[in-house]
């Protein structure tokens, strides 16, 4: 490996390339010629667009990445001089989870590791959710991998604040074992690695980077490095996930691809977007991960409706009054005064069947008073 590392960094990240295509080719060369990833890059500019059916455009990638190889070279001398080790998809050592759930469609060609590789071959799940999760999706996700290590599970970590950091946490917590999934160049985690080294030494703790080694943290990369986490799991548990972001459009395209992904059933007054996400396919479990019954997904509008018609009737004519206090405001400021779990829609659609409250427009937005009051006072949107 330490004399081909050059040429799979050099095709691994081939620019304006995707996963398939470079999948494809490797397919071609590797496994229907029998030519090692070495023999591909010698071969001419002629064979390249001839065997391999290459355009002109995807020849002078492959020349470029090949004017390169000096460097590469001396990237992967260092890399493994420092303790990482470079596993390409041919490698058996790579993940067969990985290459299971995401295809040749999805498969990065290279993973850039340190620690015990062996983990990639256990049984695992991934513990997702948003970055500011409550209390109790935390408590959650404790409880999930600390299940998930009495059974000698993996728990997989996007090493992000919230609940990927506390499954990182937990698992070392209870005695489990862990890979954390970069967002990063695997050489840019000096920090995290002189913090889980003790873990790592002891073969506890997996650190896999798909992305160029030096490759500095971008919220690209963070997306990016989504789909790995999925696809290194047998099981996907969600302790919570808002409409929008990384866990959301994880579980989305996970739901596409027709993974099996577990969601905690919210408790009756949150606010996230776990009930959407189970009416959209996802399995819904309690505490301890188990699964509910088929029919709560069901039950959801009920759900939902009870908890409205709850908070509606907790708005009082003399609270509104009290909050609105002769001003005009926007549903926006109205819910913050009134401390309401509402959409603006939500409220707007309310405040309309009121006879006391009076809309007044003002550039396309609606401000709210009390039908009498002249002496308001505009609110800050328009001052």
């Given amino acids: 490996m330490n004399k081909e590392a050059a040429y799979w960094i050099a095709l691994a990240h081939l620019p304006r390339w995707g996963y398939l295509k470079i999948n494809n080719l490797i397919i071609k060369f590797y496994y229907e010629n029998k030519l090692t990833i070495e023999d591909f890059f010698q071969l001419s500019e002629n064979d390249w667009r001839i065997q391999y059916g290459l355009e002109y455009r995807e020849v002078e990638d492959l020349k470029k990445a090949k004017s390169e190889l000096a460097n590469n070279a001396f990237l ?32 990065p060609a290279l993973l850039y590791v340190k620690g015990n590789k062996q983990i990639m071959c256990e049984k695992s799940i991934a513990i ?20 998930a290590s009495k059974e000698f599970k993996v728990v997989i970590s996007g090493f992000a604040k919230g609940v990927d950091k506390q499954a990182l946490d937990s698992a070392i917590k209870f005695k489990g074992q862990s890979i954390i999934v970069l967002p990063q160049g695997i050489m840019t985690f000096n920090s995290g690695l002189k913090t889980y080294y003790k873990q790592i030494i002891d073969g506890n703790v997996l650190i896999l980077s798909i992305f160029f080694p030096k490759a500095p943290w971008k919220p690209e990369l963070a997306m990016a490095r989504n789909p790995i986490i999925y696809g290194l799991a047998n099981e996907i548990y969600v302790a919570e996930s808002s409409e929008r972001g990384g866990t959301w ?18 408790e009756i007054d949150e606010k996230n977007a776990n009930n959407i996400l189970i009416q959209k396919g996802a399995i819904p479990v309690d505490f301890d991960g188990n699964e509910l019954s088929k029919d709560y997904a069901a039950r959801i509008p009920d759900i939902f409706t009870t908890v409205q018609e709850s908070n509606a009737s907790e708005l009082s004519e ?46 396309k937005i609606n401000l709210y008073k009390i039908k009498g009051d002249t002496d308001t006072t505009q609110t800050t949107l328009f001052s």
């Fill in 76 to 107: 992967a001398e260092s890399l493994m001089n420092e303790g990482y080790e470079l596993i390409p998809i041919t490698s058996p050592l790579y993940s067969k989870t990985l290459k299971d759930n995401l295809k040749a469609a999805h498969s």
């Fill in 318 to 363: 003399a609270k509104i009054r009290s909050a609105i206090n002769g001003k005009q405001l926007t549903a926006k400021e109205l819910i913050k005064k009134l401390e309401l779990n509402w959409t603006s829609r939500k409220l707007n659609a309310y405040l309309k069947k009121l006879d006391f409250i009076e809309i007044v427009k003002e550039k």
């Fill in 128 to 147: 997702v959710g948003s970055r500011n999760a409550s209390y109790k999706s935390l408590e959650f996700t404790e409880n999930i991998a600390k299940l």
């Fill in 249 to 266: 459009a994880g579980v989305i395209d996970g739901l596409r691809k027709d993974r099996k992904i577990f969601v905690r059933k919210p």
